[in-house]
């Protein structure tokens, strides 16, 4: 199993765009999520560090601008999604990668906060 730390750029990137309204309150997030081939679209346009923060995780011991490096994606690439987030709480605790769980339930935890306003 591999092993997985909190991506901090991720985590401030999020903040900023919860803050600023970025986000998605309902949706499938099966559908939702980028698929490999938009993914790809996206590194053609953007850098890898751009790539890298719609991750809340960072796979350890994986290289740098791999895709194998950057896990826990929460976003379509342009929004956060609520279903994003609830996501990676749900697959970060379920395997008991517990700074990335923390991580998500915080930046959840500020989405509904902030949504509520």
Not at 1 to 12: F, H, R, S
Not at 53 to 63: F, S
Not at 65 to 77: I, N
């Amino acid at each position: 199993m591999a092993e997985y730390e909190a991506n901090p750029a991720a985590v401030a990137y999020i903040r900023r765009l919860i803050d600023a309204r970025q986000y998605v309150l309902d949706s499938d997030w099966g559908a939702v999520q980028p698929k490999a081939e938009e993914q790809n679209a996206f590194l053609e346009r953007h850098s890898w560090q751009e790539y890298a923060r719609w991750h809340l995780g960072l796979t350890v011991g994986a290289k740098d601008e791999t895709k194998a490096r950057y896990a826990f994606v929460c976003g379509d690439l342009r929004r956060v999604h609520r279903s994003g987030l609830i996501a990676c709480v749900y697959r970060a605790s379920e395997w008991r990668h517990k700074a990335v769980e923390l991580a998500a339930h915080d930046l959840l935890q500020q989405l509904d906060e902030v949504s509520a306003r």
